[in-house]
């Protein structure tokens, strides 16, 4: 008996704690998304709109009540939000691997001592700081280069988007590369290769599912970024002529409006649903990196 | 084929300098960056900005630390806990890859998203108004999947002959667990945990309805539960990185420019200090903890 007190003290008490902490995020997990379904099925099941209207439809007048009969279409946000990640995603992603490519193969020392810290650094800088250098450089910027009244644009938001997830590319992508076969190198130089021969038609193809990884990851920053794209993006409810003129997005939608509307009533459930929607785009970012992953061990 | 040899090594001469181009860009671009955001800021300076005035940032600067204190008290015991789980008890399973699920799921969680969640339970839910807790549970919720995965690498990364040595002698597995692989893992789960402070700073969309955007505080009251004193965790309290959205958004103060320029100066001085103070600490107890 006083065995089992004593194993009980040195070893039950302390693992049960950690298993039950465990469990915990487990739960927090999955209370966010019930609350996210549910909240977010509202639009759909309570005021009976189609999917269909939600997701294509460009018409976003809901109605501020428990009534219903408004208009859920958000469309406009939906493209808005693709617009401007994938935008930064074109920006940064060339930056990110030239970036990795030179940290790791052509200046590995100035690769450590400047770049890594300064990677940290660009990291650490918050997303409202990087809104408000948007906000006062950029959008004038923008407006004085190409004659316009407003700054505010998809361009905006790509290049400060892109900026916030070149840090996030380029440090998986030194991983990825990091990862490579010593032997590969050795073996292209062996055969008299340059180094950049090496560099691109070595390196970077057997790289080329950790950046991925990378790029993925980047590009769920970008959609899930709120108040630093609604600083710049100019909240206009039209689409975007080209990459010059204002539009909006859904997180950008969801930080203003969320306060202004009556929880429950059909605004605020449409809100929720656009919150689902970003949730189940994760999910397909996840699955997506778990696939690449896959494949990257099978070919190995 | 001689020239073809030619043509490569020109090739590899203009990568390497276009490569050198883009690493010094991106070099210039971030001492730019941050060198705009202090010098505006020094410019925005006047005297009284750290005044708990409705015209200063004092109460900004004192919410934020404070919120992510309380963020810190709530999450580091749950993450290093789950982060212990998994490194030591979880058996290959379901669950396991369920939880791992989970922790990947959370950390890809738009924090607007988190925002909302933590507006519905913490706020709508409980009937309150908008208050510090609520937006401290909000921050622990965005910094558990990084406190958990730091927690296991560190734990995993102790060498095994160390577990072994403390097994043979006779301790318990959670005993080696507390007395033997934590200390050793300590300066690298700090690391993490500092990294979690410095996302808690900057953090803003998480905190829109559930912190609440504004303060009303009286300096001079000192009693924690009173609501309009400053320690009270159950009041609405703006953190920096908010203030700079609120001035940018909905300000009627007629410099918010400027105090704007000044908090972000402020908010990234915060975190510069904050990141070096990490590495410092973690080369120090690295030294210490490994006997060097």
């Not at chain 2, 890859?97 to 799921?105: D, V």
């Not at chain 2, 933590?118 to 622990?140: Q, R």
């Amino acid at each position: 008996m006083i065995y089992l007190i004593e194993k009980f003290k040195k070893e039950y008490l302390g693992r049960s704690i950690v298993t039950v902490l465990g469990i915990v995020i487990i739960l927090v997990t999955l209370s966010i998304t019930g609350f996210l379904f549910y909240k977010g099925l509202g639009t759909f099941v309570t005021y009976n709109h189609s999917v269909w209207e939600f997701l294509f439809s460009s018409e976003w007048k809901p109605a501020d009540n428990f009534d219903g009969g408004g208009k859920v279409g958000a469309a406009i946000f939906i493209v808005g939000s693709l617009l401007i990640s994938f935008l930064a995603l074109l920006i940064a992603t060339p930056f990110s691997i030239a970036s990795a490519v030179f940290m790791t193969e052509i200046s590995p020392k100035l690769g450590k001592k400047l770049l890594q810290p300064a990677i940290g650094i660009f990291v650490g800088i918050p997303s409202v700081v990087y809104g408000w250098v948007g906000l006062t450089v950029l959008v004038p910027a923008i407006a004085h280069v190409f004659n316009l009244p407003y700054g505010f644009s998809v361009l905006a938001g790509g290049i400060v988007l892109a900026l916030m997830i070149f840090p996030t590319i380029t440090s998986v992508s030194v991983d990825a590369i990091e990862n490579v076969d010593n032997g590969y190198k050795e073996a292209s130089y062996a055969l008299g290769t340059t180094r950049w021969q090496y560099i691109y038609k070595v390196m970077l193809p057997s790289a080329t599912s950790g950046i991925l990884t990378g790029v993925i990851l980047g590009l769920a920053r970008a959609f899930g970024e709120a108040l630093a794209v609604a600083m710049v993006i100019g909240k206009m409810l039209t689409f975007p002529d080209n990459i010059l003129s204002a539009t909006n997005n859904m997180t950008a939608e969801i930080a203003s409006d969320m306060g202004n509307s009556a929880q429950g009533g059909e605004f605020n459930d449409a809100l929720w649903s656009m919150a689902l929607l970003l949730l189940i785009i994760s999910f397909i970012f996840i699955l997506i990196m778990r696939i690449i992953a896959k494949k990257g061990e099978e070919v190995k | 084929m001689k020239s073809e040899h030619k043509n490569a090594i020109v090739a590899d001469k203009i990568a390497t300098v276009i490569l050198y181009c883009i690493a010094g860009f991106f070099l210039l671009l971030l001492a730019g960056f941050t060198a705009y955001i202090i010098v505006k800021g020094i410019m925005a300076y006047q005297p009284g900005i750290f005044s708990f005035e409705r015209t200063g940032i004092g109460v900004e600067l004192f919410n934020t630390v404070y919120l992510v204190l309380i963020s810190l008290i709530i999450s580091v015991p749950i993450g290093v806990g789950a982060g212990i789980y998994m490194a030591e008890y979880a058996k290959a399973g379901k669950v396991t890859n369920y939880l791992r699920i989970c922790i990947e799921t959370l950390s890809s969680l738009p924090s607007i998203v988190i925002g909302l969640f933590g507006y519905l339970v913490f706020i709508y839910m409980t009937g309150s108004k908008y208050n510090l807790f609520a937006g401290a549970l909000a921050v622990s919720i965005l910094s558990l999947p990084l406190l958990t995965t730091v927690t296991e690498d560190a734990i995993r990364a102790v060498p095994s002959i160390y577990k072994e040595g403390s097994l043979a002698v006779g301790a318990t597995h959670w005993q080696t667990i507390v007395q033997i692989c934590l200390p050793v893992a300590m300066p690298r789960i700090i690391t993490g945990i500092i990294l979690a402070a410095g996302r808690g700073f900057g953090e803003a969309a998480a905190l829109l309805y559930t912190a609440g955007m504004s303060s009303n505080v009286n300096p001079n009251i000192w009693n924690p539960f009173d609501p309009m004193s400053l320690l009270c965790p159950f009041r609405p309290g703006d953190t920096l990185a908010l203030h700079i959205w609120a001035l940018k958004t909905e300000s009627m103060t007629p410099n918010a420019d400027q105090i704007a320029d000044f908090s972000a100066a402020v908010l990234l001085v915060l975190i510069f200090a904050f990141s070096l103070g990490s590495r410092i600490l973690g080369a120090r107890l690295d030294r210490k903890m490994s006997g060097k």
